[in-house]
């Protein structure tokens, strides 16, 4: 069975830290995925990596897709009260469509 | 484009009783995804649907079930519901392999 472990489950800080969340697995993905989910809504995807080693930035955050394709990571810098929301991270499989989702991180940021 | 539609949006059954729940997808986006999300599990994946035909299934017990119809709306079926049955169920829809855009989910309580 594939697994997605995410770190930290919570994470609650101060608006303008930064912070970085982990995803890790024993197994290799064709791409990794990172979503946001906020109460009451389905996942929104973030960004999408596909390369080992591809480093990703979308306005304060920044993906990174591990050299083996086997872990990501997520830093946000200067969080904002916005950015608070369940961060998920999904893989792709090689041999299916399926994606494998992550045990997400809840990240709470106080004003 | 309207988004990923699900309905009902919230439901309350007993044990023992039957749901279906309804996706209509993204227009034009022919595969159906359904998934799980349960504070112990996190989102699993049920099983996805394109043109009708099942294509994938999740590690789920034959009480689940679900189908497509010609117009790509998408329903899932749960018979003889458990406690554990109660969870936010997702779909998400997409054209081909390309990013899935999910709905808001129907949140079921099983009592």
């Known amino acids: 069975t594939q697994l997605l472990e995410q770190s930290p489950q919570f994470l609650s800080i101060q608006e303008g830290e930064n912070l970085t969340v982990y995803c890790n697995s024993s197994?290799?993905?064709?791409?990794l995925q990172w979503y946001r989910q906020e109460p009451g809504e389905g996942p929104v995807l973030l960004v999408t990596?596909?390369?080992?080693?591809e480093v990703k930035k979308l306005k304060r955050l920044t993906f990174q897709f591990g050299d083996a394709r086997k872990d990501s990571s997520l830093h946000i810098t200067a969080a904002q009260p916005g950015d608070t929301g369940l961060y998920l991270c999904a893989g792709g499989p090689y041999n299916t469509d399926k994606l494998i989702f992550g045990t997400g991180t809840r990240l709470q940021v106080f004003p | 484009k309207a988004g990923v539609t699900q309905t009902p949006r919230y439901l309350i059954k007993t044990r023992g009783q039957q749901v279906t729940l309804s996706c209509s997808p993204i227009s034009g986006h022919r595969s159906v995804s359904w998934y799980q999300q349960t504070p112990g599990q996190g989102l699993q994946f049920l099983f996805e649907?394109?043109?009708?035909?099942?294509?994938n299934k999740g590690n789920f017990p034959g009480r689940f079930s679900g189908r497509q119809f010609s117009n790509s709306r998408s329903e899932m079926n749960v018979s003889t519901l458990e406690l554990g049955d109660s969870a936010l169920y997702l779909c998400a829809s997409r054209t081909g392999t390309e990013t899935q855009y999910f709905g808001p989910g129907t949140r079921l309580l099983v009592l």
């Open positions: 197994s290799v993905f064709s791409s």
């Open positions: 990596v596909v390369t080992g080693g």
């Open positions: 649907y394109f043109s009708e035909t099942q294509r």
